[in-house]
């Protein structure tokens, strides 16, 4: 089996150096490397060329136009049997190749993806980063998880199509927004089988500050909206999890504004709910500095995904705006 790994990249050069170089490492080597340049005003294409005697890459340059078309153009111009996407900020261990390869020759597969973890490497505000949008906790359980809620839809930034699946679906119809999962579901939607591999793990580095972190998951929150506009049934109820934690934590300031007695019932509960994640995330990452950060993170993705969510509800399913 031969795979093309597919990288977009905007004003990104370090995290491109950083992922190649452990692409250098695969322990199976039957793949090429496609990094696409996404209008870039600070360009890689230096550091792409340190790669050139290391592996079998290729190096494209277009105008801006979003990480779902340009995943699209990649597509166009792969050589493999399967498409292995990744996000420029994802590290990739020695074996993920060898284990995809062996996973797909005993199941067959269309698409498929795989969970994010995060590196020893990761300073502690990624690690708090990266536990809560993986934890029980928040939303970011559901991700990866081998016990999602419903239909599994891979996520863009461990995710692997067939040739097939490309050559019949098009690739992406939206560039931003949910465009993955959307993807996911119209995959899904003409018969292809799609399936997570627990053990291809890819150590994702997401976002390097809470400000960016905040960013990112508003954005998230309102892709889920943008998602519900192609496809309604696919809006669920632990979806408007963030939004009703959102307004808790509104209430709960509004009540201690005004010196309620309800407003204690309503400290406990989030008390409670971030000693819950302090204790889960101190055990995992053996650090009391991160199970702190992870606080800060948990409560950042509640409410970033939530408001996020909250203002494209009203304004594109409430007030039919933009539809």
Known sequence: MFFSIIIPLYNRPQEIDELLATLTKQTYTQFEVLVIEDGSVIDAQRIVEKYKNKLDISYYVKPNEGQGFTRNYGFARAKGDYFVVFDSDCLIPDDYLEIVRSYLFEHKLDAYGGPDAAHESF???????????????????????????????????????????????????????????????????????????????????????????????????????????????????????????????????????????????????????????FIHSWQLNRSIKVGFLSIIAAFIQLTAYGLGFIQDFWKRVILKYND
């Open 123 to 277: 300073t502690p505000i990624q690690k708090a980063i990266s536990y809560s949008m993986t934890s029980p906790f928040t939303t970011g359980g559901i991700r990866g998880n081998k016990n999602h809620i419903g239909q599994f839809h891979p996520r863009s930034f461990n995710m692997g199509i067939s040739r097939e699946v490309w050559e019949n679906t098009g690739g992406f119809i939206l560039t931003r927004l949910g465009e993955d999962v959307e993807f996911s579901i119209r995959i899904h939607s003409l018969g292809f089988k799609i399936g997570l591999i627990p053990s291809a793990i890819v150590y994702h580095k997401r976002r390097t500050s809470f400000i960016q972190f905040y960013r990112q998951l508003h954005f998230f929150g309102r892709a889920r909206i943008n998602i519900y506009k192609h496809f309604p049934t696919e809006l669920k109820l632990v979806h408007f999890f963030p939004a009703a934690f959102t307004f808790f934590a509104i209430f709960s300031i509004l009540l201690n504004i005004l010196n309620s007695k309800l407003a204690y019932l309503c400290n406990f509960t989030l008390l409670l709910i971030f000693m819950l994640i």
